[in-house]
């Protein structure tokens, strides 16, 4: 996958890569999907939710920069899934999901494969991020919002990166906001397909 899915569409980031060679992607999907996990491709996990494509994941991660001494606040824990790319890349995650089940999941799975040291997984609102606990120094949203949110602009540090998809005619835009000390530089990555962001700040309930 790291090879042929990732290294010949662009990502070049050998931490990235080599994060995504680790993490067994078959132990977060349904075990019906099992055969399916390495596939370049999104998979439900339930709750109307999915698993992003492998480089979907793989260009979130590249494009925050991580060096491993980060704290990162991601939105839409899912199945844990890119929680444990991001605790192999950064030094602590803060994931917030908003559906009960799907949190718990990812907790236990988390948690059972090792990766619960640096990773705390919370219920609530990812549209609010978590005010409490800013800055953060990178912030993964793995839903589709209409706008950035304002509160996870606020809770960027400087020089801190927002990486989330916009939704767009079409299609959603996977974009990557870098606080300057003017305020936010936008860089568009690529166009991409996510469940909605639901939330104060994002869509409501459909």
């Given at each position: 996958?790291?090879?042929?899915?990732l290294?010949?569409?662009?990502?070049?980031?050998?931490?990235?890569?080599?994060?995504?060679?680790?993490?067994?992607?078959?132990?977060?999907v349904?075990?019906?999907?099992?055969r399916?996990?390495?596939?370049?491709?999104?998979?439900?996990i339930?709750?109307?939710?999915?698993?992003?494509?492998?480089?979907?994941?793989?260009?979130?991660?590249?494009?925050?920069?991580?060096?491993?001494?980060?704290?990162?606040?991601?939105?839409g824990?899912?199945?844990g899934?890119?929680?444990?790319?991001?605790?192999?890349?950064?030094?602590?995650?803060?994931?917030?999901?908003?559906?009960a089940g799907?949190?718990?999941?990812?907790s236990d799975?988390?948690?059972?494969?090792g990766?619960?040291?640096?990773?705390?997984?919370?219920?609530?609102d990812?549209?609010?991020?978590?005010?409490?606990?800013?800055?953060?120094?990178a912030?993964?949203?793995?839903?589709?919002?209409?706008?950035?949110?304002?509160?996870?602009?606020?809770?960027?540090?400087?020089?801190?990166?927002?990486?989330?998809?916009?939704?767009?005619p079409?299609?959603?835009?996977?974009?990557?906001?870098?606080?300057?000390?003017?305020?936010?530089?936008?860089?568009?990555?690529?166009?991409?397909?996510?469940?909605?962001?639901?939330?104060e700040?994002?869509?409501?309930?459909?």
């Open positions: 996958m790291a090879e042929r899915q290294r010949r569409r662009g990502i070049g980031d050998e931490r990235v890569l080599a994060a995504m060679a680790s993490v067994p992607r078959e132990l977060f349904p075990e019906r999907l099992a399916r996990a390495y596939a370049d491709s999104a998979l439900p339930g709750d109307q939710q999915t698993i992003s494509q492998p480089w979907v994941v793989a260009a979130i991660c590249q494009a925050l920069e991580l060096g491993g001494g980060e704290r990162v606040l991601e939105v824990t899912g199945s899934y890119s929680t444990a790319i991001l605790a192999l890349l950064a030094a602590d995650v803060l994931s917030i999901e908003r559906l799907l949190a718990a999941d990812a799975r988390l948690e059972r494969l990766y619960g040291d640096r990773v705390e997984i919370r219920v609530g990812g549209s609010l991020g978590a005010p409490g606990d800013a800055p953060f120094d912030i993964a949203v793995h839903a589709s919002a209409p706008a950035p949110p304002p509160g996870l602009l606020e809770q960027l540090a400087p020089g801190g990166r927002l990486v989330l998809p916009v939704a767009e079409g299609a959603d835009l996977l974009v990557c906001l870098t606080r300057t000390a003017d305020g936010f530089d936008r860089r568009p990555i690529a166009p991409c397909r996510f469940v909605p962001l639901v939330g700040h994002g869509f409501g309930e459909r």
